[in-house]
């Protein structure tokens, strides 16, 4: 439970849009493992595959949208 709300805080306060991406990530993951522990496997497995596939969207947005400096020379 601690583990969740650490991660959600990171979400928000990383500027870093792919370490707060990863820190999404692990929110998710920590929530399903609730769910599993709260003998809801159904919904831990969906909570983990719902989120799976918005996670990799997520990383493909983000890398995409970032913009990469090149290196002056």
């Known amino acids: 439970m601690v583990l969740t709300v650490a991660f959600a805080l990171l979400t928000v306060e990383l500027k870093d849009i792919l370490h707060a991406i990863l820190a999404f990530c692990g929110m998710c993951i920590t929530i399903g493992v609730i769910f599993w522990l709260l003998n809801a496997p ?15 969207a997520l990383f493909i947005a983000a890398i995409m949208l970032t913009t990469h400096k090149e290196s002056v020379r």
């Open 42 to 56: 159904y919904v831990a497995v969906f909570q983990l595959l719902i989120y799976a596939g918005a996670i990799v």
